[in-house]
């Protein structure tokens, strides 16, 4: 509680009471200039056991924040978890958050790259730099092209794909796939395989995410697409974080019903990805 009132008297209006009961609270975090280029929504729940034994549960929305950027981003976050176990800790995070903002506004790195987001974001009354959703199907094979494109490999045999049972709700549907892979390569063609899919490649995203163990290096090779649904792939890339498992490709897709659905969206992302992983 002494937490929660200091924060809130440090960030003011920044700082918003989600749901006081269930202790969800969302922190606007920027780059400190007056026109500020760089901007992070930071949401956070508090569970039962913060700080004595559990660690906040987070989201980090921003739609330029995606792959190597989040996953370093939700790394700097972990790593003060902890380094600072049983002790209030989002002070340190929203503070390590705009401490990398302000880097980004001080280097040469172009302004944010905003394509496309989720279609609930403006219809929600979401976060004011969201745009609006357009759809570009192409994307995710050109992201893993380029992944892949520095050391073309050997063609190696594809994966089996299973598909979890889908999820409805107000005429939205989600499904995931999953299939066990090792190499960026067998993701590529997971990827293109289940876009040969008429369905799954009229899905209105397609949000994916997967980790693979180097046992060389002894470090996880890992990143996430969010396809339009804002930070849902860094989600599903935390959800696998935390049941640890790896050398594994999942993949949710949607079906936009034309009923918005909310934050539920991101709860059946997750669920559905979950009960796939567990199968």
């Given amino acids: ?5 200091a924060l809130s008297s440090i960030y003011g209006e920044d700082w918003c009471v989600v749901d006081e009961d269930e202790k969800i609270y969302c922190i606007k975090i920027n780059d400190c200039l007056d026109q500020p280029k760089w901007t992070l929504c930071l949401q956070v729940i ?4 913060y700080p004595a ?5 987070y989201q980090l929305n921003a739609p330029w924040l995606r792959g190597q950027d989040y996953v370093e981003l939700a790394n700097s976050l972990e790593e003060i978890y902890v380094q600072n176990l049983g002790e209030s800790i989002l002070y340190l995070w929203v503070e390590k958050i705009r401490e990398v903002l302000i880097e980004k506004a001080q280097s040469s790195d172009p302004e944010p790259d905003i394509k496309k987001t989720s279609e609930e974001a403006d ?3 979401g976060d004011d730099f969201l745009l609006d959703y357009q759809p570009i199907q192409e994307d995710q094979i050109k992201i893993v092209n380029y992944i892949t494109s520095e050391s073309q490999e050997v063609d190696e045999e594809l994966p089996t794909i299973h598909h979890g049972n889908p999820i409805t709700d107000r005429r939205s549907t989600f499904q995931a796939h999953l299939a066990p892979v090792v190499t960026p390569r067998q993701v590529k063609r997971v990827l293109e395989k289940l876009y040969e899919n008429k369905k799954i490649a009229s899905a209105t995203h397609n ?3 997967y980790r693979i163990y180097c046992e060389d290096k002894q470090t996880f090779l890992q990143d996430c697409e969010d396809d339009g649904e804002t930070a849902a792939g860094g989600r599903l890339l935390h959800l696998m974080q935390i049941l640890n498992v790896h050398n594994v490709l999942v993949v949710v897709s949607r079906w936009y019903g034309g009923i918005l659905l909310g934050p539920d969206r991101f709860k059946h992302i997750n669920n559905c990805a979950r009960n796939i992983l567990v199968e």
């Avoid at 509680?1 to 009132?5: Q, S, T």
């Avoid at 034994?53 to 549960?57: K, L, S």
């Fill in 1 to 5: 509680i002494d937490e929660i009132e």
């Fill in 123 to 125: 219809e929600d009354g």
């Fill in 53 to 57: 034994a559990e660690p906040p549960i």
């Fill in 46 to 49: 508090l569970p039962p056991g």
């Fill in 207 to 209: 949000i994916y995410a």
